[in-house]
């Protein structure tokens, strides 16, 4: 009876490691995550992926093999969902190419360091830079450090807190419409040499960690511009998104490109940026380029007083 008992109690506890992974699978690979908590809770699938493989373990060392069996299915599923963001799938040379670069800064409600980021400026010397929760003080502790003389065009939609985003340029801006949403995503037109046009969106939608905020969030999303076609679109800034959210992989799949992954460096997280462990630090920011610029190089680059890291990517524009 004690070994029974035993036996019974080791299925058990191997079953009920492997059956939340089994279901977290599921929900991923068929896009099942709508709505709140789910929406919050799958960009951590990163460090779930790799839970499940403990999964594994444990039923092999408890000789469950059922258990072991699914565990293993969902490990190997959610590593093929996660592991092609660290593989990449090709950068290009610059040689040959007319390139743009652009770095992306969310400057935690205006806390961050203005000359940190007039610094990088410096350091990595982009054409465009966007500023999410750009503030009217920050807007002006910017210009104060000598934004205008780096980058001389700018539109932006400051805004108290979190809201408000920025587009700075050394090219020629035209402001272009933006949604009506509680969170401002600037959007501008930039001239760039030999007649060529790029259109941009400071991206910074509300993050889906309310249930109030969760269709927000989709409608935000969904209400970006497709690229693919036309004049081409760049979309770079804080998406409070990952790959492992449907209706990011949507939006990406709407003729975008995103610079992190193609570099293979799409799991390199971006926030929260003190190192803390919880919430588990992941990869909410993003530069999506049309799908037909190549990705020349992508970095994730600290940013002192800032819960961000900023991000910075150089693409190769398509042939005329």
């Known amino acids: 009876m004690a070994l029974l008992n035993t036996r019974r109690a080791t299925s058990a506890l191997a079953w009920i ?23 919050a809770m799958m960009p951590f699938t990163p460090y779930v992926a790799a839970a499940a493989v403990a999964a594994v373990g444990l039923a092999l060392v408890l000789r469950r093999r059922a258990p072991a069996v699914l565990a293993g299915l969902a490990a190997t599923c959610l590593g093929a969902a996660v592991l092609p963001r660290e593989l990449g799938d090709g950068t290009v040379g610059a040689a040959g ?45 910017l210009a104060a450090a000598g934004i205008g003389s780096r980058l001389g065009y700018q539109v932006a939609d400051p805004a108290p807190r979190a809201r408000g985003t920025a587009i700075y340029s050394r090219y020629r801006l035209r402001r272009l419409p933006t949604a009506d949403f509680l969170f401002r995503m600037a959007r501008a037109e930039a001239s760039l040499p030999g007649g060529r046009r790029l259109r941009i969106v400071a991206v910074h939608p509300i993050p889906p960690r309310h249930p109030a905020w969760t269709d927000e969030w989709e409608e935000e999303l969904s209400a970006l511009p497709s690229g ?29 490109r995103d610079a992190g992954a193609v570099a293979g460096k799409g799991l390199d997280a971006t926030f929260p940026a003190d190192g803390s462990l919880l919430p588990p630090p992941i990869t909410i920011d ?21 819960d961000h890291r900023a991000i910075f990517a150089e693409l190769a524009l398509p042939a005329r």
Do not use: C, K
């Open 97 to 141: 190419h007319e390139t743009l670069s652009v770095l992306a800064a969310n400057v935690h409600e205006g806390g961050a360091s203005p000359v940190r980021v007039i610094h990088l400026l410096d350091e990595l010397r982009p054409d465009v830079l966007t500023i999410e929760e750009y503030t009217p003080r920050f807007g002006r502790e």
């Open 17 to 39: 490691a492997a059956i939340p992974f089994g279901i977290w699978a599921m929900i991923r690979l068929l896009g099942l995550d709508a709505g709140y908590p789910l929406e």
């Open 228 to 256: 693919g076609h036309g004049t081409p679109w760049l979309l770079a800034g804080d998406f409070n998104a990952t790959f492992d959210q449907a209706p990011f992989r949507d939006l990406v799949g709407r003729g975008y």
């Open 286 to 306: 993003h530069v999506l380029a049309d799908e037909r610029f190549g990705i020349v190089e992508y970095e994730v680059e600290p940013l002192p007083d800032s």
